[in-house]
């Protein structure tokens, strides 16, 4: 269950990266401050780390498994805390 639930965080990380990069693109496009730089680096990464967790823990077996879950919930948290709830 941990599994699907990191699996659906991750798959969630993704579509945010999509819409923040292209919320900063029509903000390029129409001169209007989009997200910036530094939330667009923020979430491309959060996106690939998580993913690249996710898919050890589909890989994986028990403890490492779970740990890989738990760090996409932990890379989803910290990527929320800093960059929608600051």
């Known amino acids: ?10 798959a969630g990380l993704v579509v945010m ?4 990069v292209g919320a900063q693109y029509l903000g390029n496009q129409r001169a209007f401050p989009g997200p910036g730089t530094v939330s667009v680096v923020a979430h491309i990464a ?3 780390t998580a993913i ?3 898919h ?5 077996r028990r403890g490492s498994s779970a740990l890989a879950s738990t760090a996409v919930l932990v890379i989803a948290g910290g ?3 800093t960059q929608w709830w600051s």
């Open 1 to 10: 269950m941990l599994r699907a639930l990191s699996g659906a965080v991750a």
């Open 17 to 20: 990266a999509i819409l923040v």
């Open 46 to 48: 959060a996106a690939v």
């Open 52 to 54: 690249l967790a996710q």
């Open 56 to 60: 050890f823990s589909d890989h994986r």
């Open 79 to 81: 990527l929320l805390w």
